[in-house]
């Protein structure tokens, strides 16, 4: 089914295509990967909603092909069980989370991404993802992302549950699954083995 047919969807059966997704983290976390709940929060980025959804996702997409070569050695030879995964969709925040920061509410109006990150058993990686984000400042670095922070939370228990939380704008919005962000992407787009840490050469100007 296309993307654009998902807002004919009943209200039911995005439901289940949330807990389907729900399934999908839960057994992989059953073959030993570790999930992490991961929000992306974002400096101002100027443009409409869906410009500004574009462009916080392709620094998503950045940051996870610079994961990718913590976790393997050679991502294009690696196995998709040795890969992380990565899904995600914008949101907002609700009422009930009017305590937030008030940048994270002011800023881009509030829009952010949440997801889940997978992390599989066998890895490069030698803390835990939350750990790795917050020792390294590469993925928040303002000269290469406009990613302004990232809230890493590992996942002990209901993974299923967790999941339906980090996507629950899919249930609010059916037109939020054209947004859905669903890594890794096909082999040819994973970064080579010879590839750069992770900035280009030159620092990119927004």
Same mark, same amino acid.
Not at 12 to 18: D, N, S, Y
Not at 65 to 76: E, G, I, S
Not at 104 to 120: E, K, Y
């Given at each position: 089914?296309?993307?654009? &047919?998902?807002?004919?969807?009943?209200?039911?059966?995005?439901?289940?295509?949330?807990?389907?997704?729900?399934?999908?983290?839960?057994?992989?976390?059953?073959?030993?990967? /570790?999930?992490?709940?991961?929000?992306?929060?974002? #400096?101002?980025?100027?443009?409409?909603?869906? &410009?500004?959804?574009? &462009?916080?996702?392709?620094?998503?997409?950045?940051?996870?092909?610079?994961?990718?070569?913590?976790?393997?050695? #050679?991502?294009?030879?690696?196995?998709?069980?040795?890969?992380?995964?990565?899904?995600?969709?914008?949101?907002?925040?609700?009422?009930?989370?009017?305590?937030?920061?008030?940048? /994270?509410?002011?800023? #881009?109006?509030?829009?952010?991404?949440?997801?889940?990150?997978?992390?599989?058993?066998?890895?490069?990686? /030698?803390?835990?993802?939350?750990?790795?984000?917050?020792?390294?400042?590469?993925?928040?670095?303002?000269?290469?992302?406009?990613?302004?922070?990232?809230?890493?939370?590992?996942?002990?228990?209901?993974?299923?549950?967790?999941?339906?939380?980090?996507?629950?704008?899919?249930?609010?919005?059916?037109?939020?699954? /054209?947004?859905?962000?669903?890594?890794?992407?096909?082999?040819?787009?994973?970064?080579?083995?010879?590839?750069?840490?992770?900035?280009?050469?030159?620092?990119?100007?927004?």
């Amino acid at each position: 089914m296309d993307h654009n &047919s998902m807002d004919q969807l009943s209200y039911g059966l995005r439901c289940e295509l949330l807990d389907a997704y729900g399934t999908w983290v839960t057994d992989y976390m059953d073959q030993g990967h /570790d999930g992490y709940l991961t929000t992306f929060m974002f #400096n101002y980025i100027p443009g409409n909603s869906k &410009s500004i959804i574009g &462009s916080m996702t392709k620094d998503i997409e950045q940051f996870y092909r610079t994961l990718v070569t913590r976790v393997v050695r #050679n991502a294009r030879k690696a196995q998709i069980h040795q890969l992380p995964k990565l899904i995600a969709l914008p949101d907002r925040p609700v009422p009930k989370h009017c305590k937030q920061a008030l940048q /994270d509410v002011a800023i #881009n109006d509030g829009l952010h991404f949440n997801g889940i990150t997978m992390i599989p058993e066998r890895s490069r990686l /030698d803390c835990e993802l939350d750990d790795h984000v917050r020792q390294s400042g590469i993925y928040t670095d303002s000269r290469y992302t406009r990613i302004r922070h990232i809230d890493v939370q590992k996942i002990k228990s209901r993974p299923g549950y967790t999941t339906g939380y980090g996507l629950k704008w899919l249930k609010r919005d059916a037109t939020a699954y /054209d947004n859905l962000l669903i890594l890794p992407v096909s082999k040819s787009e994973l970064p080579p083995k010879e590839a750069r840490e992770y900035a280009p050469s030159e620092p990119t100007h927004w």
